[in-house]
């Protein structure tokens, strides 16, 4: 969903909507990893890809039997800032002194290409290194400054992270008007442009957490506090976007920034939740990728032409299950290691061996995007090129690295483990049975983290749907009561002595973790903004009462 789909319709767009690993560290192994030929032939891949000239990596290889559109937008050469991203974490991550010199070149091919507003473009050329587009997404934004974090990390370079905060400071900056006013807040898909994206607030919420710790108390531009602060509104919209139903996340929103869109729920989301957000609570993302469509994600023996295993794995949204998308089948195989299922893993290992060695233009070395077509349900496609995404991200799987925290990944020791979780159970039939209809009253429940003994409160917020209100605003329940276990239950409301209710009318519930005091009475906009002792949130809940 980044620079790799840059040639057609931007893929959100379509809505308008430190353990850190130094040189030569190994992640802690949690199954078999992939053999050293498989692992070597996806950094020789990597290796092969990037311009001697400037640096910057080739995000595909080219052949005849692409579509002309694609072919054509592929003789520009793109180097896409997401792919470099990658590339640069992994060779980082390897550490070995050739890996080292190709990030140090890379990187500083990135700082090269950095405008003075702080942003980078979303693609430019690998042969010139001059830009391709002006346009500068807010996702791709988040994955440089990852980039430039980690090898500041790993080398002590400061001038890639003076890069990282130049970056940020461009995230940041009132003119850009990137931060969302409305709904849950979160950073928008780019300058312009009003929709948000949960996979790009993903990257916000990890690239300035780890910028933030970063940061010397002398920083140039930012301080640490109000960066750490943005990146706690950008998970805030993560979390916004969680299905207490299915347990899957959400794309986003629609152009409004407010109304989430549910009309296409993609693979990213699910998989990158876990290794951004790293919480038990996420697991029921992976759990809805893992399980077989139509009721999830993942498809059983898929066809590729010329592979001799079944290939199995996710496509890249529920929109098209009929190929397995080869970067999510990766993004996947790390995610089943950060939560310990080693049976999903060594599958996917054995699916990606058997993709690089026998996939249609495969070279032994990188994988494919796609055997064949992956199409997106944001009107644009993966087609059956080697590229950059894929390869990088199953480099990644095979060492463990979770590139979000540039860690070995561990759900369990993941560096947003202590922030609480919220979440709000789905009654039967989605509906609550009222005890009045002047108002209706009802109960709601859930479950909670890190909440016992402190002094951290859960608020039940009620707005309702239908009939159609007046404006939207969501309505403040009583403080739930938190049992010893977490779980917790509130006496909601909906209507009041004026406006009645009747059976089948609509409410959308979320709930709230506040410390201190409580948030106002009536809300159009839930943010840090306007709860400033906002924690965390649950996912939305749509129902109705009986």
């Known amino acids: 969903m980044k620079g790799s789909l840059g040639w057609g319709v931007s893929v959100l767009a379509a809505l308008v909507f430190a353990l850190s690993l130094g040189p030569g560290c190994e992640p802690e192994e949690q199954n078999e990893p992939a053999s050293p030929s ?20 080739e995000g595909f290889v080219r052949h005849s039997d692409l579509p002309p559109d694609f ?62 587009a002006t346009h500068t997404g807010t996702g791709n934004q988040a994955w440089a400054i990852l980039a430039f974090v980690g090898g500041w990390e790993v080398t002590g370079q400061e001038r890639w992270l003076l890069a990282a905060e130049r970056v940020a400071a461009f995230l940041l900056d009132p003119a850009q008007e990137l931060a969302n006013p409305a709904g849950f807040g979160g950073f928008r898909l780019s300058p312009g442009v009003t929709g948000v994206s949960t996979e790009n607030n993903l990257d916000v919420y990890a690239a300035l957490l780890r910028l933030a710790d970063a940061l010397p108390t002398s920083a140039a531009l930012l301080s640490a506090a109000e960066v750490r602060e943005a990146g706690h509104r950008a998970r805030i919209l993560c979390e916004s976007q969680f299905d207490p139903v299915t347990g899957a996340m959400f794309a986003g929103t629609d152009g409004t920034g407010v109304t989430t869109f549910r009309g296409v729920v993609p693979l990213d989301t699910q998989s990158w939740s876990v290794l951004s957000l790293g919480r038990s609570k996420w697991e029921r993302s992976y759990a809805w990728a893992r399980r077989e469509v139509p009721e999830g994600l993942w498809i059983i023996e898929g066809a590729c032409a010329g592979a001799e295993l079944a290939i199995e794995g996710p496509p890249f949204s529920d929109a098209f299950t009929g190929e397995v998308w080869t970067e999510g089948l990766a993004q996947m195989q790390l995610a089943a290691r950060a939560l310990g299922d080693d049976e999903t893993s060594g599958r996917a290992a054995a699916v990606l061996e058997e993709l690089q060695r026998a996939a249609p233009n495969a070279d032994g070395q990188g994988l494919v995007a796609a055997c064949s077509e992956v199409e997106t349900g944001f009107e644009s496609s993966y087609f059956n090129a080697l590229a950059v995404a894929p390869t990088a991200w199953a480099a990644m799987a095979s060492r463990g690295l979770d590139p979000f925290w540039f860690r070995a990944v561990d759900a369990d020791a993941h560096p947003a483990a202590a922030v609480p979780t919220v979440s709000l159970t789905a009654p039967i039939d989605l509906q609550y049975a009222c005890t009045g209809t002047q108002p209706c009253r009802f109960t709601a429940e859930g479950a909670s983290t890190g909440l016992v003994g402190t002094d951290h409160r859960v608020y039940l917020l009620v707005e309702p749907t239908s009939p159609a209100p007046l404006g939207r605003f969501f309505t403040q329940a009583v403080p739930a009561t938190v049992a010893a276990d977490g779980t917790w239950t509130v006496p909601g409301q909906l209507g009041d002595i004026v406006s009645g209710v009747e059976a089948g009318d609509g409410m959308r519930l979320v709930a709230l973790v506040v410390v201190g005091e409580a948030p106002p009475p009536q809300l159009e906009v839930i943010t840090q903004s306007t709860i400033p002792n906002l924690i965390t949130v649950s996912g939305v809940l749509d129902a109705s009462v009986r």
């Not at 090269?112 to 702080?118: C, I, K, S, Y």
């Open 71 to 132: 072919l054509a937008f592929l003789e520009a050469r793109p180097s896409f800032t997401y792919d470099n991203a990658l590339a640069a974490l992994a060779w980082l991550a390897r550490g070995e002194s050739d890996d080292l010199d190709r990030a140090t070149r890379l990187l500083d091919a990135l700082l090269a290409l950095q405008r003075e507003d702080g942003a980078l473009p979303d693609s430019a050329d690998a042969a010139t290194g001059a830009p391709l």
């Open 38 to 57: 498989v692992e070597q032939g996806l950094f020789a891949f990597l290796a092969g890809q990037q311009d001697p000239v400037t640096g910057l990596l």
